[in-house]
């Protein structure tokens, strides 16, 4: 964000798919990206796949995760329950979860105790 956009980009599948036609563009064989957002932080939000092929170097064979989480607590108030989104927004590298995925990751079997114990592992594979 913030950069120009990359030279090589839309062409994921051309340079990083088991029958890619241009394979020797691929700099690395796979580079997982994660975007972690809690629903109440106004500020962050899961992305889309298309971001991956507008705004990432095909050559990175880039794979997205979105990892949607609350690393903040709620509270009950007298009108409703309520999270503090500054909290939502800035509170993700306290969270031992957040850790615990960027170190083990999910959707294996030596996945870090906490997450495995409080989150859910959901896999959505786009068409095509």
């Known amino acids: ?66 990892a949607i989480l609350n690393v903040t607590s709620i509270t009950n108030i007298f009108v409703g329950k309520f999270a503090n989104p500054f909290s939502a927004h800035t509170e993700y590298d306290n969270d031992p979860r957040v850790i615990g995925l960027i170190a083990k990751g999910i959707g294996h079997s030596d996945v870090d105790p906490g997450v495995a114990e409080h989150c859910t592992w959901l896999e959505s594979v786009p068409d095509g």
Do not use: W
Not at 13 to 20: E, V
Not at 38 to 65: G, H, I, K, W
């Open 1 to 66: 964000m913030g950069q120009p956009k990359p030279e090589v980009t839309g062409r994921i599948a051309d340079i990083c798919s088991l029958k890619a036609t241009h394979e020797a563009e691929k700099l690395f064989s796979k580079t997982h990206l994660i975007a972690f957002s809690d629903p109440n932080d106004l500020f962050s939000y899961a992305l889309p796949p298309s971001f991956m092929n507008e705004y990432v170097d095909s050559r990175l064979c880039p794979v997205l995760t979105n």
